[in-house]
């Protein structure tokens, strides 16, 4: 079967420990290894993991991935206002930036250039359950956007996690949050 | 309920203190020992000669909210850097170490043993959370039998890994340790003794009589993949049964 | 069939070390690379191996010495400042003619520095940080994949050259999971005598085998240094190994090794998407370094521009190599995309300081 070259996923996703900034890198990765050549996963936190600073480079490609370190992503996933700050500037021109508008303000992207999609995605995470499934209503509009990955690689990737298994319930859970921000319109 | 002014203020900011916010996790007890060390520093009005010495790990970032002089060390060094401090100052200043389990009885076990045994007028603040805090929850060496953690995934077997060590105990055995104690920190009662066990360590350094060590009984919430109360019962039942609290040493004279 | 999966730098080299058949291993937790030490203490129980938690890195070191000593296959692994702690101990076992293999997971240094990462221990690891004359050989992966099969390479290295042999990653590399190919790589055969091991079963009439670094104490100290010396000028006629790229009709080349080599190529894909001629030698042995290499290098390109996250160390080597037959600009820790300890140097900065040069 000759397989058409998929065009290259780079994504960057930045907020605070405790976010599940790397769970949402993770299973971009468990499922992309099964759709793509090459995958890499790159995490970068402070000491402290609770609170501290996390950004997470995931690339998903049909190449051999050179580098995994993104400069400039053409998808990035904001999830709290510092992370805004530093992170706003390296989005590409053009590029699409995604986040919880719960937690960061619109207002403040100050940039003209890129696309701005604004989910309230904490808020749409506590109506289902809890905020710290916050992350997989962000994934699941990323999904959508960038036809990256289907919806249910994704969600089945979960079922191989080990926290996933360990709560049999909470899979339900964490994949109607995928949904939500997938099927999430602005 | 009653007015603003007929409440007393029975609990003031100790004077040593400094209010820089700690990082430290949700439910963990090493701030409240810091603050035990002030109102002992206070108590004692020696915050002026006071030097801290602190060791690698969560304890370490402690001594930021004492305000005195600090120095932090290599892993498990600290005993060692605060001879050099006591004899630079030919005693007179009043130097004491912040140290964990993993820096105090691993990694720097020789250091301290050798510290106690020269008799050196120091005083160690020792803070047994039953494992490695800083480095994500992996045993350490006061771990208590049958603990799962990171690096004991099947639980402390004391046929691989040996056994829960009692620092305080070996302390006291040392002929150069005038006071050694083990005190907790989960109730009113106990921290009025742990307040006097400090106060009384660093009373043995200033009358120059030897080596005062008090062991804190501290919890570690996310190293023990407990939540913040699960993780202070956890401390009270199985770690205060492992763990006697006490007074084990307190000579006027090494010998 | 070869399994693949997706896992981290620090887990590779675990279970590289488990596909080369070693089933000791002895360390201590230290940021970037407690991981390793937590994985082997659930693997190896359950493998009929032996895991042992030190309680000092100085330790961990001394562990290795004994079990290296009876000729099995140990390893240890630790980050910069446990690495320093056990400088006394690989003196030690290099006197003693030991193979082991060494994972070093580099942070940011002196002193306790950061957890995160950097390339700051290149002159300790290759220059030898203990006393005495010896030589390690060191390893420098740049991918997850290449973490597995360097241990695995480490491993039958020390033992065809009785030396210690070291795996030097860092925080971006150890950290960052990719998928990787697992199986045992056939190097060839190991060399048979194992007469210098300490045995059990042993027959009382042969000969005792006697450990020991007491080389010009116990033994005598020119032949020791004559053997050790023709040992390592054929690890360095043999044993080089470097990957290059790009490199037929390049005008400028960067020299950069492990995760800084990584960033290098990616660099040099969008220099030459850009049409620029550029090309990366990537060091893979720092010892033995790619020298003869790098001077071949200067005689074609004009100028070189040698990356590393740190102030600049690997680049004395390189100019030493060069020999001002070309241009050596260096680029480091001020080149981060961060002024921290978060900040890494990224592709796409290396590109500018490219099109600057060219
Ligand atoms: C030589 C060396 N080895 C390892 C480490 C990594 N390390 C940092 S803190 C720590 C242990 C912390 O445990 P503990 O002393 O019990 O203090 P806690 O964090 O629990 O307060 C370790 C092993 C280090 N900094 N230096
Ligand atoms: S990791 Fe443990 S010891 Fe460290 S700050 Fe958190 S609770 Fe305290």
């Keep these: ?63 051999n991935i050179l580098s995994p370190l993104v400069a400039r992503p053409r998808t990035l996933v904001i999830m709290d206002p510092v992370a805004m700050d530093l992170y706003r500037d390296c989005l590409m021109p053009g590029g699409t930036l995604i986040i919880d508008s719960c937690m960061v303000s619109p207002e403040m992207v100050g940039r003209e250039d890129i696309e701005v999609i604004a989910v309230p995605a904490s808020e749409m995470a506590q109506s289902i359950l809890t905020i710290k499934i916050t992350n997989l209503v962000l994934l699941g509009k990323y999904l959508k956007l960038s036809g990256a990955l289907p919806l249910e690689l994704v969600a089945s990737a979960m079922t191989k996690s080990k926290e996933a298994v360990l709560k049999d319930g909470f899979l339900t859970i964490n994949q109607e949050a995928l949904s939500a921000g997938y099927n999430y319109a602005n | 309920m009653s007015g603003e002014d007929e409440r007393k203020l029975i609990c003031d900011t100790p004077d040593c203190i400094n209010n820089t916010l700690l990082p430290t996790c949700p439910g963990c007890l090493h701030g409240v020992v810091a603050r035990c060390v002030c109102e002992a520093i206070d108590d004692l009005g020696i915050q002026e000669n006071a030097i801290g010495v602190v060791g690698v790990g969560c304890h370490a970032m402690t001594a930021g909210a004492v305000e005195v002089d600090t120095i932090s060390t290599a892993h498990g060094r600290a005993p060692g850097v605060a001879t050099g401090i006591k004899r630079a100052y030919y005693g007179e200043a009043i130097v004491f170490t912040f140290q964990g389990d993993g ?49 004991s995934p099947y639980g402390r077997d004391p046929a691989q890994s040996g056994f829960p060590l009692h620092m305080a105990e070996m302390m006291a055995s040392l002929r150069g340790c ?78 | ?127 030898g940080g203990g006393h005495g004359e010896y030589r390690l050989i060191v390893l420098a992966p740049d991918s997850v994949q290449e973490i597995f099969d360097f241990v695995q390479l480490g491993f039958y290295l020390a033992e065809k050259y009785r030396n210690p042999a070291l795996v030097l990653t860092d925080a971006i590399i150890g950290q960052m999971k990719e998928d990787v190919e697992l199986r045992t790589i056939d190097f060839g055969p190991t060399p048979e005598d194992r007469s210098w091991a300490l045995k059990i079963h042993r027959s009382p009439k042969g000969k005792s085998a006697n450990v020991h670094s007491a080389v010009g104490i116990v033994g005598i100290y020119n032949e020791w240094l004559a053997r050790t010396n023709e040992k390592y000028e054929n690890i360095k006629r043999d044993e080089v190994r470097f990957q290059s790229m790009f490199m037929e009709d390049a005008e400028l080349a960067i020299v950069a090794y492990g995760s800084s080599g990584r960033a290098a190529k990616g660099a040099c894909k969008l220099a030459r998407e850009e049409g620029l001629k550029v090309g990366v030698l990537r060091p893979i042995t720092l010892w033995p370094f790619p020298q003869p290499q790098i001077e071949e290098l200067a005689s074609r390109v004009k100028k070189i521009l040698v990356v590393e996250d740190n102030l600049g160390q690997m680049v004395e080597d390189v100019r030493g190599a060069v020999e001002g037959r070309a241009e050596v600009h260096f680029m480091g820790v001020f080149s981060r995309h961060m002024p921290d300890c978060n900040g890494m140097i990224f592709p796409d900065t290396i590109l500018e300081e490219v099109k600057k040069l060219l």
């Excluded at chain 1, 599940?20 to 402290?48: C, E, F, Q, R």
């Excluded at chain 2, 742990?194 to 190293?223: H, S």
């Excluded at chain 3, 493998?47 to 000729?71: D, H, K, P």
């Design chain 1, 1 to 63: 079967m000759a397989e058409e070259e998929k065009e290259t996923m780079e994504l960057v996703i930045a907020g605070y420990g405790g976010q599940g900034v790397l769970t949402m890198g993770d299973l971009m990765i468990k499922a992309g290894s099964n759709v793509y050549k090459h995958v890499s996963w790159l995490p970068s936190y402070d000491t402290y993991t609770r609170g501290g600073r996390v950004v997470c480079y995931v690339i998903l490609s049909d190449e």
């Design chain 2, 103 to 151: 820096d105090l009885g691993a990694i720097g076990l020789g250091d301290v043993l050798n510290a106690v045994n020269r008799g050196e007028k120091l005083t160690t603040i020792f803070f047994n959370n039953a494992g490695y805090g800083n480095t994500g929850g992996q045993m350490g060496p006061t771990t208590i039998e049958g603990q799962v953690t990171t690096t």
């Design chain 2, 178 to 255: 005038a006071y050694s104690a083990r005190v907790g920190i989960n109730n009113l009662k106990n921290y009025a003794g742990a307040r006097k066990a400090v106060k009384a360590a660093f009373q043995k350094q200033m009358d120059n009589i030897g080596y005062g060590f008090v062991e804190f009984l501290c919890t570690c919430p996310p190293g023990w993949k407990k939540k913040p109360d699960e993780a202070f019962h956890w401390m009270e039942k199985a770690m205060m049964e492992e763990y006697q609290l006490g007074e084990f040493k307190n000579v006027d004279e090494i010998t």
């Design chain 3, 1 to 127: 069939m070869d399994e693949k999966v997706l896992l981290t730098g620090n887990i590779a080299a675990a279970e590289g070390a488990l596909y080369a058949g070693c089933r000791h291993y002895f360390g201590y937790p230290i940021t970037p690379q407690s991981d390793v030490v937590e994985y082997f203490s659930a693997k190896l129980p359950q493998m009929g191996g032996e895991f042992v938690q030190s309680e000092s890195e100085c330790t961990s070191i001394n562990m290795l010495y004994g079990a290296a000593a009876c000729g099995i296959r140990a390893m240890t692994s630790t980050s910069s400042p446990g690495f320093s702690l056990m400088q006394e101990g690989i003196s030690h076992i290099a006197a003693a003619e030991l193979p082991c293999v060494i994972m070093h997971v580099q942070r940011g240094g002196p002193g306790s520095g950061s957890t995160q990462t950097a390339q700051m221990d290149y002159n300790q690891v290759v220059k």
